[in-house]
């Protein structure tokens, strides 16, 4: 089956948290870090995350670079990328800035439940196409369905379900860490990956492909698909 090479990428704290759990969103990367996602962003023909994360976070997903975007246009493609969202019961704000922002359309995945109420939700939104995921969503589907749409290289920016759902289906090609400098130690706050059942255990681990510093920043690339 042809899918999206898959690339995860996520910031976290030493202790592996990816938030705390206050109101306000932490800070875990620093501009060179950000700026280095944003040229992974600008390599990528479209970008995942999950419905928490939009509800959470409501975050743009763009280009920021306007030498990037306009690179990507010169290459015959929208300056910004496809954007995706996963979700279980639909509960979206067609208003959130994933939906009002970008040139490249959005994609609602919508598990079987939800995909009725999700897509009268969306009705009259040019630029949002509502499809059935599965019940549960089924994300080998999913990349499938991006592949026959043209979708090569896919970033996944989490949350945690949504890395979790990845990495236990063993459809990761490339995981990219950022490592803060500092202790989350909240347990009510998400982590990386929620507790699963992973394609890469103890008796199975992933290459380290590279390992450098971004100042106190830890930057560490892997590769779930070879063995160490």
């Known amino acids: 089956m042809e899918r999206p ?3 995860l990428s996520c910031a976290m704290s030493v202790d592996g948290y990816i938030d705390d759990a206050t ?3 932490l ?3 620093s501009e060179a870090d950000f700026d280095e996602v944003d040229e992974l962003r600008a390599g990528c023909d479209a970008i995942l995350v999950g419905a928490g994360t939009v509800r959470r976070d409501d975050p743009r997903l763009l280009v920021r670079s306007p ?7 010169a290459g015959g493609r929208p300056g910004h990328l496809l954007k995706v969202v996963l979700t279980e019961n639909g509960d979206l704000d067609p208003e959130a800035r994933f939906f009002t922002t970008g ?3 959005k994609i609602v995945y919508a598990n079987s439940a939800a995909h009725a109420s999700c ?3 969306f009705r009259g939104a040019a630029d949002v196409a509502v499809i059935d995921a599965g019940a549960p969503a089924d994300p080998a589907a999913i990349l499938a369905d991006l592949a026959e749409r043209g979708v090569r290289r896919l970033l996944v920016e989490g949350g945690s379900r949504v890395h979790t759902l990845f990495l236990t289906s063993g459809l990761a090609d490339e995981i990219r860490l950022a490592v803060a400098p500092f202790f989350v130690g909240d347990g009510d706050a998400p982590r990386f ?3 699963g059942a992973f394609a890469n255990g103890p008796h199975d681990p992933m290459r380290l492909a590279e390992a450098r510093t971004i100042g106190d920043i830890v930057v560490l690339r892997y590769l779930p698909g070879a063995p160490a």
């Open 67 to 73: 030498e990037r975007r306009r690179r990507r246009e």
């Open 119 to 121: 897509t009268e939700r």
């Open 27 to 29: 800070r875990l990367s």
């Open 193 to 195: 990956v929620d507790p």
């Open 5 to 7: 090479y898959t690339i």
């Open 103 to 105: 040139d490249a359309g």
């Open 23 to 25: 109101p306000e969103r």
